[in-house]
């Protein structure tokens, strides 16, 4: 019988971590929306597992993670982090994984893989085996997706030869007269 779904507090050790790993978080960080990062954070799961020696954190079963208008959604959350209890890497898996947030135009940016990874260190957010990214309406499919959240650079491709990216560009709505621009 499935556990019911109950929030999970992590421990003394961990609080000041998560906030730390929210505030640079997915993806692209500098069109992600800025009040999130002075939300609090809620992390749901079945179970969690604090390996404190081992310097990580396991939250498994429906784990769903909330900053603002940031929503992850997985199966599995490990979170890693170095001697100085600094945030390293962020592992999310599932069936897919999932992750949703806006960018400072209230714009809608989505992403999903099997296994969605954020290192810390590198400002790199990896998304692997059936990756999909959404925002704004410009999609990229591939098998793996890489974003700089620095640089807001993007990589993808597939680990195979055969394997293609798939990219679709909205067209941007062209200014008319009658539109009132930025300056208005």
């Known amino acids: 019988m499935k556990a019911a779904m109950k929030t999970v507090k992590p421990l003394a050790l961990l609080d ?3 906030l730390g ?3 640079g978080l997915l993806p692209l960080q500098s069109t992600a929306l800025d009040s999130d990062r002075d939300q609090a954070i809620e992390i749901e799961a079945d179970h969690l597992e604090v390996r404190e020696q081992e310097k990580i954190s396991i ?3 429906n784990v769903k993670l909330v900053q603002g208008s940031l929503n992850i959604s997985s199966d599995r959350l490990v979170i890693h982090f ?5 945030l390293t890497l962020m592992e999310m898996t599932g069936q897919p994984a999932r992750f949703r ?8 940016m989505l992403g999903e893989a099997e296994q969605i990874d954020y290192t810390e260190s590198e400002s790199l957010l990896e998304l692997r085996r059936s990756a999909y990214f ?14 700089n959240t620095d640089t807001n650079g993007i990589e993808a491709g ?5 394997e293609r990216v798939k990219m679709v560009i909205k067209p941007r709505q062209k200014q008319t007269p009658n539109t009132p621009t930025a300056n208005d």
């Open 16 to 18: 000041s971590l998560l």
């Open 21 to 23: 790993l929210l505030l």
């Open 59 to 61: 939250y498994e079963g």
């Open 82 to 86: 170095n001697d100085a209890n600094e």
């Open 101 to 108: 947030q806006l960018d400072n135009a209230r714009q809608e």
């Open 134 to 147: 959404n925002h704004a309406g410009d999609v990229i499919k591939s098998d793996f997706i890489r974003f």
């Open 158 to 162: 597939g680990t195979q030869p055969d």
